[in-house]
T-cell receptor, first 112, second 114 residues
């Protein structure tokens, strides 16, 4: 079945690294995504990774994918208070077009 | 380049009424997807339209329907509203080219059912 799991909360100090974890169940995932949602706003795409890749780096963001364990993580280096938001991982399934399966979201709180 | 525009942003309805939400995709995007976001169920896929045809559908009752026009704008309709339909309804558009299906989301329409 299709299921994506995330821990619900993460609290870090400003300047530290944040690591948000996600597990998924569907082995036919094609791409995996990280979205950010700030209060009162829609979802903003942060980055995505093809399911055959292990790692992708984009400025302060590093995505690691362990396909064998179906585990995805997002590392935010030098976390700032402006990074406080809810982070969603999502997977797209082969031949399912615009349908993404989202996790419950991880609320990241960055303390000064 | 304008983003995805959803209207209205906020609305209040009573049980039994019906509601229509509108979504204007990014220019050139032919695929529009709709999602429902609630605190209890999270983000759930409603349906996807591509070139005026529903291409994919989530597990929602028939009270939830949608359509897409020739200019790619989309509407979704919920009839006979229930309290549990209170949610943020998000629309997303994409190019649907080969490779990653990158969805760009609108700010959402927040529906409150009393």
């Amino acid at each position: 079945g299709e299921d994506v799991e995330q821990s619900l909360f993460l609290s870090v100090r400003e300047g530290d690294s944040s690591v948000i974890n996600c597990t998924y169940t569907d082995s036919s995932s094609t791409y995996l995504y990280w979205y950010k949602q700030e209060p009162g706003a829609g979802l903003q795409l942060l980055t995505y990774i093809f399911s055959n890749m292990d790692m992708k780096q984009d400025q302060r963001l590093t995505v690691l994918l362990n396909k064998k364990d179906k585990h995805l993580s997002l590392r935010i280096a030098d976390t700032q208070t402006g990074d406080s938001a809810i982070y969603f991982c999502a997977e797209s399934i082969q031949n399912q077009g615009g349908k993404l399966i989202f996790g419950q979201g991880t609320e990241l709180s960055v303390k000064p | 380049k304008a983003g995805v525009t959803q209207t209205p942003r906020y609305l209040i309805k009573t049980r039994g009424q019906q509601v229509t939400l509108s979504c204007s995709p990014i220019s050139g995007h032919r695929s529009v997807s709709w999602y429902q976001q609630t605190p209890g169920q999270g983000l759930q896929f409603l349906f996807e339209y591509f070139s005026e045809t529903q291409r994919n559908k989530g597990n929602f009752p028939g009270r939830f329907s949608g359509r897409q026009f020739s200019n790619s704008r989309s509407e979704m309709n919920v009839s006979t509203l229930e309290l549990g339909d209170s949610a943020l309804y998000l629309c997303a558009s994409s190019l649907q080219s080969a490779g990653a299906n990158v969805l760009t989301f609108g700010a959402g329409s927040r529906l409150t059912v009393l």
